[in-house]
């Protein structure tokens, strides 16, 4: 595989990067976490298909300063801390940080937006719900970590450690009560699941449960194209097919040797799904009859690091997966799948990724956010969002109307980390403008003590 080398360009956000520090050995409950961080600094980012970019050194990103224990994002702070939203300065970089929000409550592990409306999800009881940037209302679940959400209408799907998916309605006279309307699976199918002695299978540890209940963690959820299923994805090594019209599980498949990490249902009946064996597994939905079933077309990868995260781009001609090596492959649908190339832009885990207009950002362990744009099979990073002082666990992507304009489309990305905070991106697809930007590095370095003249 041919690689170019090419450095992509870092712009420093307008919050200022936090400094870099060893965090020593952690150990996370999570199978996509490295068990021990190594946070040596990291500013090689290429594509195996990639334009040679321009890379400077980032001054505010160092590994020398800061205490491993003030820097680690699992320092526990008060769990009552009020909600801070901290705005940043209106004429940011072209692709930098808008501001924080923060409700130190628990680790961001899922994020859903939809125009001016943010769900977000921690290991906390609640679901916060934020409009414009400030704390609308939240609602609270009965099994803590919330680890999926997804949004369908006034309907909003979330997926939980115990292996449940909750639904919640937008109550029609008030947007900020938030009810739940059910469960999947609903209390009627598992008590006449129940009754049957064959709709019983074994799971880990010699149990047995029902086929149409989830074993254990939720941990991603799609809609198809006309969204009538629901896709779960499950650390129990299967996904499941539901249909939303009467909230019935129609198939369970057995898809994986291990945790099922991501699920996506795409064009042509097609869903791809990335499991913690090092799989990326490609599968084809039939209807037969009356019910529907899914058959394995092809294994689009097979190696040694757990597969994190799958996307598929807007027009769903690319899917992406980002892997616990830091590595994001890519493979080509025009092309009967074939293998594109890889994108090398982190030295940890990618753990989640999103996709808009013609751009893809991967989120990683290394606290940072690559933002990539594809044109053909050429993938140019554009900027690397650096801000988080913790693992990038989810993104959520929406656009810009305000800042957009013929020409130079933008976006907002929203990230979550397990340093208990919400962080909110302004990027646009038009490269940056590299001379700038290195005019200013450069009056940065003579500014410093010992600098030249």
């Not at 009560?177 to 009627?188: E, I």
Request: charged share 20%; hydrophobic share 35%.
């Amino acid at each position: 595989m041919r690689d170019d080398g090419g450095d992509c360009t870092k712009f420093v956000d307008t919050g200022g990067s936090m400094p870099r520090s060893k965090l020593g050995n952690i150990t996370h409950s999570d199978p996509n976490m490295s068990a021990t961080i190594h946070d040596e600094d990291f500013f090689i980012r290429n594509s195996s298909a990639s334009a040679a970019g321009h890379g400077f050194f980032d001054p505010n990103r160092l590994s020398c300063e800061g205490s491993p224990i003030n820097m680690s994002p699992w320092n526990n702070t008060s769990a009552f801390n009020k909600t801070e939203w901290t705005p940043f300065e209106e004429n940011a970089p072209q692709n930098g940080l808008i501001g924080s929000l923060v409700r130190e409550e628990g680790h961001i592990y899922s994020l859903a937006a939809t125009k001016d409306i943010l769900y977000t999800g921690s290991d906390s009881k609640n679901i916060r719900v934020w409009k414009d940037l400030k704390e609308f209302s939240g609602f609270k679940s009965s099994s803590g970590l919330v680890k999926a959400i997804i949004i369908l209408g006034e309907k909003i799907f979330t997926g939980h450690q115990d292996g449940k998916i909750r639904v919640w309605k937008v109550s029609p006279k008030n947007p900020s009560v938030h009810k739940r309307s059910g469960t999947l699976p609903t209390l009627k199918d598992i008590f006449k699941s129940s009754i049957k002695p064959s709709n019983y299978i074994q799971v880990r540890n010699h149990r047995t449960a029902l086929w149409i209940k989830h074993s254990d963690a939720v941990s991603c959820l799609s809609f198809n194209e006309d969204h009538t299923l629901l896709y779960s994805a499950s650390w129990d090594r299967t996904f499941k097919v539901w249909r939303l019209s009467d909230s019935k599980c129609l198939e369970s498949i057995s898809a994986h040797d291990d945790a099922v990490n991501s699920v996506v249902a795409s064009s042509e009946a097609t869903v791809f799904t990335g499991s913690a064996d090092g799989t990326v597994k490609v599968w084809k939905r039939e209807q037969q009859g009356k019910s529907i079933k899914h058959n394995m077309l092809q294994t689009l990868l097979k190696q040694e690091c757990a597969v994190t995260a799958l996307v598929v781009n807007p027009s769903g001609s690319v899917l992406y997966c980002g892997s616990s090596d830091g590595v994001v492959n890519f493979w080509e649908r025009e092309k009967q799948l074939s293998h594109g190339g890889v994108l090398k832009g982190h030295k940890l885990a990618v753990l989640c990724l999103s996709s808009a207009g013609n751009l893809v950002f991967s989120g990683s362990a290394d606290k940072t956010i690559c933002v990539w744009r594809r044109e053909g099979s050429i993938h140019t990073c554009l900027s690397v969002l650096s801000g988080h002082n913790g693992p990038v666990k989810c993104l959520a992507v929406e656009e810009d109307r305000e800042r957009s304009k013929p020409g130079d489309q933008r976006w907002i990305v929203y990230s979550g980390s397990l340093d208990k905070s919400v962080k909110v991106w302004s990027v646009s697809e038009v490269a940056p403008d590299v001379n700038h930007i290195a005019m200013m590095q450069q009056e940065h370095y003579q500014q410093m003590p010992g600098g030249s003249d």
